[in-house]
Antibody, heavy 119, light 107 residues
């Protein structure tokens, strides 16, 4: 069965940058679209960004547009989220999640990595 | 942008009871609706997709129904392992959107 493993979460000051990684393993195909979803402490889920299977197409939530960038290295089965100009309100557990073929529900989730933005 | 609204926010239930969770979309999402379960300290897990199709390994006591703007998740007889947070998500339009969640707690 497939597995997603996030890393890179840390404590960072407002205005700082951070790069999250998500390593995928055990999937028969590496061509499905993937997303980042975040969850502030004690709150609900919020979709952040999507990247296509090829890596050439991306979408972003308005709250992060212009500050976050998704990319993927298909040779390493790894997804990245570059986060710049971080704000206190970006504090959350960040999950990477795999979509199912051309349907954009989340079939598999990673265990999450915590990003804390605080001075 | 589609807004998803779940009700109630919290549900206090005894084991063995039947549970009904609601999810409403601000505009039609067809059948492009999924449900997730999240237990404390864990990542979410897929329960239902296509409004009514159970994901692999999900017990038959979980059932989903609805289309358009009104959706329901039913747990026919609540087990101890079902106490958790439940989220609906529409995937008919961008941006993808989740409901605010329903917490099912022990009465």
């Amino acid at each position: 069965e497939g597995q997603l493993l996030e890393s890179g979460g840390a404590l960072v000051q407002p205005g700082g940058s951070l790069r999250l990684s998500c390593a995928a393993s055990g999937f028969t195909s590496g061509n499905e679209a993937m997303s980042w979803v975040r969850q502030p402490p004690g709150k609900g889920l919020e979709w952040v960004s999507r990247i296509s299977g090829s890596g050439y197409s991306t979408d972003y939530a308005d709250a992060v547009k212009g500050r976050f960038t998704s990319s993927r290295d298909k040779s390493k089965n790894t997804l990245f989220l570059q986060m710049n100009s971080l704000r206190v309100e970006d504090t959350a557990v960040y999950y990477c999640a795999k979509h199912s073929g051309s349907y954009y529900y989340f079939e598999y989730w990673g265990q999450g990595t915590l990003v804390t933005v605080s001075s | 942008e589609i807004v998803m609204t779940q009700s109630p926010a919290t549900l206090s239930v005894s084991p063995g009871e039947r549970v009904t969770l609601s999810c409403r979309a601000s505009q039609s999402v067809g059948s492009n609706l999924a449900w997730y379960q999240q237990k404390p300290g864990q990542s979410p897990g897929l329960l239902i997709y296509g409004a009514s199709t159970r994901a692999t390994g999900i017990p038959a006591r979980f059932s989903g129904s609805g289309s358009g703007t009104e959706f329901t998740l039913i747990i026919s007889s609540l087990q101890s392992e079902d106490f958790a947070d439940y989220y609906c998500q529409q995937y008919n339009n961008w941006p993808l959107a989740f409901g605010g969640g329903t917490k099912v707690e022990i009465k």
